[in-house]
């Protein structure tokens, strides 16, 4: 019933095409079984999990989008930190981010356990949301409004690190989020703190 | 070309070795193909060194513009010099020597590496001088020079060439019925490659094009998402030529070192398949977190179809270590579960290779890819050092550790040299894989902390706001760096064996079994012979009588270890998805 016993390197002769051991069967069922399991996690997620990259897509023009992220950015401003504007939006509002070499366009004020449907954008090439020290990251790429309802569950001074390249300076490019706790205090008094311990140095 | 070796066809010389008729064309083009894959190897890996000196942030050793600079070097170097090089070499081998088979149209092959190499280094010129600043994606809005895209052309239709001749050369073989039956799995594998390459070559053609007719000022702008979407049918499908180039190379190596057979050729040969037909969906776990697609897209593509690819190097993860566990018991080393591992050849580069490439590439590369590029657990890795700690697992300790090892066995039968500085030789295999599971495992923990890949400055002194990185991540970083330097001096070691052996190497045409001889892998001084009786002990390995786990025991033991790494790892990570803000 067996093949003839050959190697990878010999032309295989007549009908080679015979069943495998029953170890081999065993095997790739077990492999296929897992492999469904891989793929089912995902649609559960979906369904039971609280963390994905779903979201809301649109197409959009950049310098618009600029403009409404500044428009938005005065609406709300409540104070500034190095020239950037401090923003705290009401819970449940639409909140704009706009990644534009070599800064994130302006700093966030959210409220711990509050949802927001947080817009992430760029105004010029690519760009990489990373939000440490959670380690959440999304693509952000020009032309494309990416908008996450988000949910911070934990107070704390955040910062978004760029991780993709975005031209020479793309080292320099962090943003803040500030995420204030239930109560209303303000975790963050930007006041030679460190991250985690809330303010900045 | 005349000097035919006598009893051979004109043309061909006949390995004095194997008994394999070798066609001096077709020679030629694999040595001058493996020549400049190992020049691109040595660009690559001393940019390699200086890269993971500037990212071990105690060091720091380049300025950002050079870092950056040098970073896009690395990538083209390495992904696509040296491996495609690589490849073009082991389809001259595989559709020629494997076949006893004269090449399609050679003087169209040395247009076609003309044409690759040219496009090489206009590739090499732009990114050295600073005009092509735009990493190894080149992501527009990004712009380079419009000869870096012309040269990646020129590159890409040279190879596709060549692919297009071994498809031609396996019709000549075929036709001229320089074999009997059905064509060795090996070369099987690499025809797998070579299908993928012409998918994977396609894509390169309708992502380069359009973004060469803008950096000209043709047309107007490139949309930056479908650029990603095609760019990575591009970049991950060049993966998966690798792939099963390498797969096919583990059944190579297997069978010239430890005389391992083939399973079943139905089992071996579907997984192939499969790797055609569900690789063109690699491109969407690049984009599990982008604007452009919805989940629906995302969870289909990224699974390549319910993880049908994923599937098909489980099989080859049992296929291969069980056809070398067979093959060592049909000649004799039956003793206990791990007998016929204790008793491999662990001093013959080509095993060592082997073996540290199918066992890296699972355990590493295999769980941490599918894990990272899972849909949502993707959050938590993408564009941090967890990638590329996962595709050097893959591609280095995985594709470039086989290909070395194969470098071993064809020194001596193609370019009938023996192997210089035989010590080292056999010593480099555990060097250089040893050093890059040192960098894989920092870049891995680093990544999982957040630190992001390609970025010069991870402790910001130049930024508005600091970013305090846990104090571990220095530790691992500095590991991944102690790694680097481990790995690059065992890639040094191939490269100087390569060389001396190419070029300056002690000639060899024929050596007696069962006699070691320094300088000769022993997978041909003493080829692996089954028992006499083979066929009668594979019905009894295969029998009942065999036990409860089959003909290859050690290897189902083996495999269950495998599968509860995978399992641990890929829950644990869900685990910590769970921990962060709810997003949706």
């Not at chain 1, 509050?114 to 992430?120: A, P, R």
């Not at chain 1, 300076?169 to 209303?184: E, Y």
């Not at chain 2, 890819?369 to 564009?383: D, K, L, P, R, S």
């Not at chain 2, 910001?460 to 330097?485: K, R």
Request: hydrophobic share 50%; with cysteine.
């Amino acid at each position: 019933m067996l093949t003839k016993v050959h190697t990878g390197l010999e032309p295989v002769q007549g009908v080679w095409w015979k069943p495998a051991h029953k170890a081999e069967k065993v095997w790739v069922a077990v492999a296929f079984a897992w492999c469904m399991v891989l793929f089912a996690m995902m649609p559960l997620w979906h369904w039971k999990g609280g963390q994905n990259p779903s979201g809301v897509r649109t197409r959009v023009d950049p310098k618009a989008y600029f403009a409404r992220t500044v428009a938005f950015a005065q609406q709300y401003k409540v104070g500034d930190d190095r020239g950037v504007p401090i923003v705290q939006p009401p819970p449940g509002a639409d909140v704009y981010l706009a990644g534009l070499t070599y800064s994130w366009y302006p700093i966030l004020q959210l409220e711990q356990g509050k949802e927001y449907m947080l817009h992430i954008s760029s105004v010029d090439v690519n760009h990489g949301f990373s939000l440490y020290p959670l380690n959440v990251n999304f693509a952000v790429v020009p032309t494309f409004d990416y908008a996450l309802r988000v949910t911070p569950t934990a107070a704390g001074d955040f910062r978004i690190i760029c991780n993709e390249f975005c031209g020479i300076g793309h080292h320099t490019m962090v943003g803040r989020v500030i995420v204030v706790d239930s109560a209303g205090r303000s975790v963050a008094d930007n006041t030679g703190a460190r991250v985690g311990q809330g303010g900045v140095r | 070309m005349t000097a035919a070796v006598a009893g051979a066809a004109p043309g061909f010389r006949t390995c004095p070795v194997t008994g394999r008729k070798i066609d001096l064309q077709a020679e030629r083009l694999i040595k001058f193909n493996a020549v400049v894959a190992v020049v691109a190897l040595l660009v690559g890996a001393t940019a390699a060194l200086l890269l993971a000196l500037t990212r071990w942030q105690a060091v720091h050793l380049l300025p950002a513009v050079w870092y950056y600079r040098i970073l896009g070097v690395h990538g083209m170097n390495m992904l696509i010099f040296f491996i495609i090089f690589f490849e073009m070499a082991v389809l001259w081998f595989a559709g020629t020597v494997l076949l006893d088979a004269r090449p399609a149209a050679p003087r169209y092959g040395w247009f076609n590496f003309g044409l690759m190499l040219l496009g090489a280094l206009i590739v090499e010129f732009m990114q050295w001088s600073g005009r092509a600043d735009v990493l190894y994606t080149s992501y527009p809005p990004l712009k380079a020079h419009p000869a870096f895209y012309l040269g990646i052309i020129f590159f890409a239709v040279g190879a596709l060439g060549v692919v297009g001749q071994f498809f031609a050369t396996l019709t000549i073989a075929k036709r001229e019925k320089t074999y009997t039956g059905s064509m060795p799995l090996v070369v099987y594998g690499a025809m797998a490659a070579a299908v993928i390459a012409v998918i994977t070559l396609l894509h390169g053609a309708m992502v380069y094009i359009p973004t060469f007719l803008w950096s000209i000022g043709v047309i107007p702008s490139v949309n930056p998402q479908i650029y990603r979407l095609l760019w990575w049918a591009l970049g991950h499908s060049a993966q998966q030529i690798n792939v099963a180039a390498m797969v096919a190379i583990w059944y190579m190596l297997g069978a010239l070192t430890v005389g391992a057979v083939v399973l079943n050729e139905k089992v071996s040969r579907w997984a192939f398949v499969l790797y055609i037909l569900f690789i063109s969906m690699a491109s969407a776990h690049h984009l599990l977190v982008d604007p452009g697609f919805g989940p629906a897209w995302k969870i289909v593509n990224t699974s390549y179809f319910m993880y049908m690819a994923v599937l098909a190097s489980m099989v080859h993860g049992f296929t291969v270590p069980a056809g070398m566990e067979l093959g060592m018991r049909l000649r004799g080393f039956t003793d206990g579960l791990f007998g016929w591992l204790r008793r491999a050849p662990w001093g013959d580069p080509g095993f060592s290779s082997l073996i540290l490439s199918v066992v890296v590439f699972g355990f590493f590369g295999g769980i941490t890819g599918v894990t990272i590029g899972t849909e949502q657990i993707n959050i938590i890795a993408h564009n941090t050092l967890r990638v590329p700690g996962h595709f050097h697992a893959t591609v280095v300790s995985g594709t470039a550790v086989a290909f070395m090892g194969a470098t071993y066995y064809l020194l001596p039968l193609v370019f009938r040299r023996k192997v210089a500085f035989w010590r080292l030789a056999q010593w480099q295999p555990y060097l250089f894989a040893g050093g890059m599971l040192l960098v894989e495992t920092g870049m891995t923990f680093a990544g999982s902390f957040g630190v992001p890949r390609r970025h010069w400055d991870i402790s910001f002194s130049q930024s508005a706001f600091d970013v305090p990185f846990n104090p571990a991540v220095d530790l691992f970083l500095a590991i991944m760096g102690i790694g680097a330097i481990i790995a690059v001096t065992g890639a040094f070691a191939f490269i100087l064996i390569a060389v001396k052996s190419v070029f300056f190497g002690e000639s060899v045409t024929s050596f007696t079994r069962g006699v070691a001889m320094v300088g000769i892998p022993q997978g041909l001084t003493h080829p692996p012979v089954h028992a006499a009786n083979v066929n009668e002990l594979n019905e009894q390995l295969h029998s009942s009588k065999g036990g409860k786990l089959g003909p290859t025991p050690g290897t189902v033991v083996l495999v269950t270890v495998f599968f509860l790494a995978f399992m641990l790892y890929y829950f644990t990570n869900w685990k910590l998805l769970s921990f962060l803000w709810r997003i949706g």
